[in-house]
């Protein structure tokens, strides 16, 4: 490669770099192909992901007869959590219900024991069920379904 084409490569990684800042992106994948059909992938993923704080209702049909709405509410991590607060023990996608079809398996509301499935979170294409680890009534859900988490991202938090 030439001194030119790596300035220009290296402008090009310090853009998606800037694009995933501004756009709060998890991760960039981009694969380039020169006239000399030579390759150069380049994959980014940003350490210091959070989803956007905004607050959305997701509507589930459990059965015919009965529709519930739940308020979820995605909080940056650097708010200050009680110790009821159960976190990510992985990365991966959170799943709060074992398949579409599926009633959720906690809601604002609900009583739960320790050891009670609360949700999901796909890891490496394995479903892993996250456990309570306290017991309690669920008072707040901080993430939504099918929603990128981080390590020790805030879950639910209990009362």
Do not use: W
């Not at 739940?70 to 219900?97: E, Q």
């Amino acid at each position: 490669m030439k001194k030119i084409d790596l300035e220009m490569e290296k402008a090009f990684i310090d853009y998606l770099v800037e694009t995933m800042k501004e756009r709060n992106l998890s991760s960039l994948e981009v694969t380039r192909t020169f006239e000399d059909e030579k390759r150069l992938k380049i994959k980014i993923c940003n350490s210091n992901y959070f989803p956007a704080q905004k607050e959305s209702i997701i509507t589930s049909n459990y059965s015919p007869v009965s529709k519930e709405e739940f308020i979820v509410k995605n909080n940056p991590s650097n708010s200050t959590f009680s110790v009821n607060t159960i976190k990510s023990p992985m990365v991966g996608t959170v799943y709060l219900s074992p398949s579409p079809e599926e009633p959720a398996f906690i809601h604002v509301g609900k009583k739960i024991n320790k050891g009670d499935t609360i949700l999901i979170i796909e890891a490496m294409k394995t479903m892993n069920q996250i456990p309570s680890s306290i017991e309690g009534t669920v008072k707040e859900i901080l993430v939504n379904n099918e929603s990128p988490v981080e390590f020790d991202t805030p879950l639910v938090i209990i009362e």
